[in-house]
């Protein structure tokens, strides 16, 4: 079976570091681009970082200020989002997110369950 199981988030003051991963199983993670969403209360889902299935590119929101860094570790199935300099606007569940393209193209998307981030004094 398909698992995409996130972990290290928490409760952390603000200006503080987290690191979250996301063990995944049951699909091929070398094929697949790998994506981390949050969704903060009160506001839709939205997409923080991307990396390519190679690791050869990455992509961040704009509004975090390059406080992310995205990586993926082939040999575990794992992908990693290092924040840094976390704002108490930074509170909110965050996804781990996997897309798998066929030969046509077609996406098969996976979710983790989420893990809470809360950054507060």
């Known amino acids: 079976q398909v698992q995409l199981v996130e972990s290290g988030g928490g409760l952390v003051q603000p200006g503080g570091s987290l690191r979250l991963s996301c063990a995944t199983s049951?699909?091929?993670?070398?094929?697949?681009?790998m994506k981390w969403y949050r969704q903060i209360p009160g506001k839709e889902r939205e997409l923080v970082a991307s990396i390519t299935e190679r690791g050869s590119w990455t992509d961040y929101i704009a509004s975090l200020e390059g406080r992310l860094t995205i990586s993926r570790d082939s040999a575990k199935n794992t992908v990693t989002l290092q924040m840094d300099s976390l704002k108490p606007e930074d509170t909110a569940v965050y996804y781990c997110?996997?897309?798998?393209?066929?030969?046509?193209?077609?996406?098969?998307?996976?979710w983790g369950q989420g893990t809470q981030v809360t950054v507060s004094s």
């Open positions: 049951g699909f091929s993670f070398n094929m697949a681009e």
């Open positions: 997110h996997a897309v798998v393209l066929d030969e046509s193209m077609r996406p098969t998307r996976y």
